[in-house]
């Protein structure tokens, strides 16, 4: 029978936690059960190839590649997903009680509704809450509010043309789709309840980032997507002066000045 909904877990060399946050799905639906696809991105550590082993054996189907980076494993699997829905979820995180059965009605009835997001739980070096908020799309130029942890519809990721596999740091992946999904005009709704556990590590992806991290992306995600942001920053220019003033305005209309030309933000 085919499932309305598949979820997404890449793992490299991550695969302590992995068994609960598949504990976790299992946890937090007895409606629309998911097909899960664990893709294993070259993976050389013992204790994680084991625990693949034991998934496998569970009937979790586990998807071996070489190591390709997180754009890559979340593409391969989302190709072979059989859901019309799809959940990435990171290897360390948890998906809370009733999320996907509430992600999923609100997509069932809601034609127009693309993507669903919430807040999320910090648990583990960090405990408080993540409280989000309705899209502002101006300012997710600048930054990203969006988790990868949303439940989108898999035309949209086919719309977009699935994550950057060459973004210059791995973790922005997410950002980048979401910002491809609003150059398309797909509708995001946030639910306004805490939908997954963010656990925090010492070791994660984004505390490991270098000093030019915001240059680089920023700079990615302004050259991929030139015409959304060009086209803001001659309707919004005012707008977006007010959000860019602060420590990041020397770096960022440096940015703007080298991928735009000159006067090309300049509202006309």
Not at 73 to 101: E, F
Not at 220 to 245: C, G, H, P, V, W
Request: charged share 25%; net charge negative; with cysteine.
């Amino acid at each position: 029978m085919k499932k309305l909904l598949t979820i997404v877990i890449p793992c490299y060399n991550h695969g302590e936690y992995l068994e609960e946050t598949i504990a976790s799905i299992f946890l937090s639906t007895k409606t629309y059960i998911p097909e899960i696809i664990v893709v294993n991105d070259g993976s050389t550590d013992e204790k994680t190839i084991d625990v693949f082993r034991r998934l496998e054996n569970l009937g979790i189907y586990i998807l071996h590649q070489e190591n390709l980076g997180l754009g890559a494993a979340r593409n391969n699997g989302i190709k072979i997903a059989q859901g019309k829905y799809i959940l990435p979820l990171d290897s360390d995180n948890n998906v809370t009680y009733h999320y996907l059965n509430t992600a999923i009605d609100i997509l069932e009835n809601n034609s127009a509704i693309s993507i669903v997001y919430g807040d999320a739980q910090y648990f583990g070096g960090k405990q408080n809450l993540w409280k989000n908020k309705t899209l502002d799309k101006k300012q997710m130029l600048i930054s990203n509010q969006i988790d990868a942890c949303a439940v989108y519809r898999k035309m949209t990721w086919t719309k977009v043309n699935g994550y950057a596999e060459d973004m210059p740091y791995m973790g922005c992946e997410d950002w980048n789709f979401w910002l491809r999904c609003i150059d398309v005009d797909e509708q995001f709704f946030y639910l306004e309840e805490v939908c997954f556990e963010y656990r925090v590590l010492e070791n994660s992806m984004i505390n490991s980032v270098k000093e030019d991290f915001d240059s680089k992306v920023f700079g990615y995600n302004a050259k991929s997507l030139y015409s959304l942001y060009n086209q803001s920053m001659r309707n919004d220019y005012d707008k977006l002066e007010t959000i860019f003033y602060g420590s990041l305005l020397r770096k960022i209309i440096k940015l703007i000045l080298n991928h735009f030309g000159k006067y090309s933000y300049v509202k006309k």
